[in-house]
């Protein structure tokens, strides 16, 4: 989106995109995911969308500087549910179940320490299908890495590891002199451009303009003016 990589990017419900169409994005605003400098791993999600600034220039610098090293700290949660922000961020790290060539993501958000003993934590909490949530149940044995990895032990000792999802992340220089911006789009904005908040809760509403002109007008039906003469 900054024009500063070219490493390609992904859609959720989708999937992977190339440079030339990231590039083709315009955010309207944005959600950090801080990610470990190593692993790639999200370790945090912004709790709220920023804005992006409708001049692309001012827009590029406000992104420049939110790209800052943080220190995150991980928080155990009192409560057994884990709350919208930590189901967040396991649902953007986990990405889909973490069951040995397992793809579902409609997932449980599993204790691996079953509460209370485990906390709600990010390090205690991951996706599980049903199906692989009850194999967890049934003598298999799952250990998740640091490095977003996981391995499996079934009930014959046989062991399983599965890669983390995510892969270390490009190495890009902020510092760097940046190439031109592309031109800005020619063409009307859409009509949700001034009406749809993404800072506030709800969908980007799709179709025609809500207020707008009906796309068919009702057939006219001529009433009968007078009773039929007889
Ligand atoms: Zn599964």
New binding site residues.
């Given amino acids: 989106v900054l024009d500063v990589a070219r490493e390609p990017g992904s859609i959720p419900g989708y999937g992977p995109i190339r440079a030339e169409h990231v590039r083709l994005l315009r955010p309207v605003g944005f959600r950090r995911i801080l990610v470990d400098h190593d692993s790639g791993r999200p370790v945090a999600v912004d709790d709220g969308v920023t804005l992006g600034d409708p001049d692309p220039g001012t827009a590029r610098q406000q992104i420049l500087d939110m790209l800052q090293p943080t220190v995150v700290t991980d928080v155990a949660e009192p409560q057994h549910g884990p709350s919208a922000r930590l189901t967040r961020l396991v649902q953007v790290r986990d990405v889909h179940?973490?069951?040995p060539g397992?793809s579902?993501t409609r997932?449980d958000r599993d204790h691996l320490t079953p509460y209370p003993a485990g906390a709600t934590a990010a390090w205690n909490i991951g996706l599980?299908?049903d199906?692989?949530h009850q194999a967890k149940h049934h003598g298999w044995i799952l250990e998740r890495h640091l490095d977003g990895s996981t391995t499996w032990t079934s009930p014959l000792r046989r062991t399983y590891t599965r890669p983390s999802p995510h892969h270390a992340p490009p190495k890009t220089d902020p510092d760097a002199e940046l190439p031109p911006l592309r031109p800005p789009p020619t063409g009307a904005a859409p009509w949700w451009a001034t009406h749809w908040d993404p800072a506030s809760s709800g969908p980007r509403p799709d179709g025609p303009r809500p207020d707008g002109p009906p796309r068919h007008e009702p057939p006219h039906v001529a009433e009968p003016e007078d009773d039929p003469p007889f």
């Fill in positions: 179940c973490a069951g397992c579902q997932c599980l299908s199906r692989c």
